[in-house]
Structure formats: C-alpha cells, structure tokens
C-alpha cells in the first residue's frame, strides 16, 4: 500500500471513530434586552467509547451546547447555525440541527441513542412520580419492553446504578431518597436504551465530595461495560483529570484550547487554561492559590478581538484582532496569538 493509501486508510479510520462531530456551531437568544451570544463557533469531536469533558466557568455556554445537541433549546426566541453530525446505530450520518425538535427522527434519537444527566436530580425527576413509574415510562418510550419484561429490567437498571433492594426503591418519590441515590436514578433512566452517547452536565455537583467520588466511579465503570461515549462538562479540573481523554475550554462561547487530557496537564497552552489550573488547590502545596482577575463579561456585549484579553496578563497589541484557534506541532489547539509562531496551521 503506498503512502497516499495508507494516509486515505487511516482518515477513513478516523471518520469512522467520530460519534459526533459538531461543526461551527453558533447559538444566540433573542431577549428583552438585547441579543446575546451564548455559543459562537464551537467545534467539537466525540470519539466511541471516549470521554470528553467541556471545561469553563458558569455562563461560557458548555451546558447550551449540550442542550443543542438534543434540542432542547427554546423553539421562540433561539437563533442557531452550524451543523451536529450524528453516526445512528444503523451507520446512517444525521445532521442533528437541521432536524426539526419535535418530529418522529429527533424523538428517536433524544433519550435513546443520545441520553442527558442534568446537573440536579431533584429538579430532574417528577416528584409526584415513583422512581419506578419514570423508570418504566423512559423504558416505555425508547425500548420495546413492557410488562413484566419492562419491570425486570427497571429492577435491573438500579442495581447496575448500586442501588440497594431495587424493588422496594422503585416504590419510593424522590424525595424520600438522598441525593446520591436520586442521581443514580437518573443514570439508571439515562442508560435505559443502552445509548451510544450520553451528555453528563455537571452530574456531581450538587453531591457531597464523597458521593461524588461514587458517582464518577459508577460512571466510569458502566462507560467501560457498555463502550458509551460521553461528553462530561464541568468547570471542576479535578473531575476533568479522573473522567476525560480529550478537553474542550470553552470561555465566551468560544473553545480557546482543545488537547489531549495528558496535554492539558502537562503543558497548558492557552492563558486562561493556565488560570484555571492555578486556581486548582493542590496537595500539600503551601503557596497561595491565584485566581483569574476579574469575571466572565456579559455575552451581550459585542466583542472585537480576543475575547478573553481583558483578563489577560500577557495583553498585547494584536489581542485586539479575533485570533484564530491554531495548531501547534504536538497535536494541541489554541486560540491565541501568543502561539502563531510556533510552526501551528491556522484554522
């Protein structure tokens, strides 16, 4: 095989690893006061049976473009462009956002194919509904089971999730569970159609910290068992370190560095990737934590240049030009001037 063949068999390769490919995705809000950009070019690849986490603090728009994915963005007031390929279980390639959010397709993908863990189970489950009545309703409305067979398998889902005598516990409301119990409902709902992929938006933190090392070790094994791929966001460097392949940090609705997991760690490219892990506590550290200077500004605010400058220590001139996400020779992206003449591409 010459060297042309072999380059063309190992992009075919690569296509076919790619669960979701999300493609300049751009999504806005139309409000009282004003327009506001809450996603603005994200690109983003999902491998099988990969993690990736999405990294940023509150308001850079990790959880609205995991809703995009599902469309579960309000219908009247949302503007949104760019493309989500989807690879179905039947091989066929779905551009997600040219599908319409209630038809027949989208309904088919959302909840069994594509499965969501929201941030809070409280708010997540219906209160006025046993943990096993919405159990078997996701069981109903993604999978062929019913009856008795649907009920063995409900049975089935929480003890996957840990959950001790199943079958009393699909008696219980929600609130007469703890919250780690209650996220494990959610989990065991999620995984009831056996999805390829499934999007956990800040899964643990409403969790003890205890909990929370149960809940991403529970996570982690039923990824291994099922080979799901899982798109992880969360703002919390420690989780990305445990859970992830591949990390995406968004700020502003923008991915500003995008690297392997060891990459990240190891060699922080972007300045507010390095902010971020400076202001991670440390064991056994004795040196005063750092905090990124000033806060995540208003996404109404039309922004010329990088938008993460006046945070910036290393500002200079050119940062009032939009750079371009780049490069760099050992496989890592970065959008920031500071890196262009490094030997990167620009794309």
Not at 28 to 33: A, L, V
Not at 149 to 177: C, D, F, N, T
Not at 216 to 227: A, I, V
Request: hydrophobic residues 40%; contains cysteine.
């Amino acid at each position: 095989m010459g060297t042309m063949e072999m380059v063309a068999a190992a992009d075919g390769r690569e296509q076919d690893d790619i669960l979701l490919h999300i493609e300049n995705l751009k999504v806005g809000f139309q409000t009282t006061s004003g327009f506001v950009r809450a996603v603005d070019g994200v690109d983003l690849k999902v491998r099988r049976g990969r993690t990736l986490a999405v990294v940023g603090e509150s308001g850079c728009g990790k959880s609205i473009t995991a809703r995009s994915v599902l469309g579960l963005l309000p219908e009247q007031n949302t503007v949104m462009s760019g493309s989500i390929a989807f690879k179905s279980r039947t091989g066929e390639v779905l551009d997600i956002a040219s599908l319409p959010r209630r038809g027949k397709r989208m309904r088919s993908i959302r909840g069994a194919e594509i499965a969501m863990i929201f941030q809070e189970p409280m708010t997540s489950l219906t209160p006025v509904f046993t943990v096993g009545d919405q159990i078997l309703e996701a069981l109903r409305l993604h999978t062929p089971v019913r009856g008795a067979q649907a009920l063995a398998r409900a049975i089935e889902l929480l003890e996957m999730v840990g959950i001790p005598e199943p079958e009393s516990r699909l008696k219980a409301y929600p609130h007469q569970m703890s919250g780690g119990m209650r996220q494990r409902v959610m989990i065991a709902m999620a995984l009831a159609s056996n999805p390829s992929l499934l999007l956990a938006d800040e899964p643990t933190t409403a969790l003890d910290v205890t909990v929370q090392a149960q809940i991403l070790d529970l996570m982690r094994g039923l990824q291994d068992e099922l080979g799901m791929s899982v798109v992880f966001i969360t703002h919390d460097l420690g989780v990305v370190a445990e859970m992830a392949h591949e990390v995406a940090v968004i700020y502003l609705g923008q991915v500003v560095e995008y690297a392997s997991v060891d990459d990240l760690f190891e060699r922080p490219t972007h300045p507010y990737t390095r902010g971020l892990l400076n202001s991670l506590p440390r064991i056994g550290a004795t040196e005063r934590l750092v905090p990124i200077a000033g806060s995540v500004p208003d996404p109404r605010e039309h922004r010329v240049g990088c938008r993460f400058a006046d945070r910036c220590a290393s500002r200079m001139a050119k940062c009032d030009t939009p750079p371009p996400l780049i490069k760099l020779p050992h496989g890592q992206d970065v959008r920031c001037w500071l890196h262009e003449n490094e030997g990167g591409t620009q794309s």
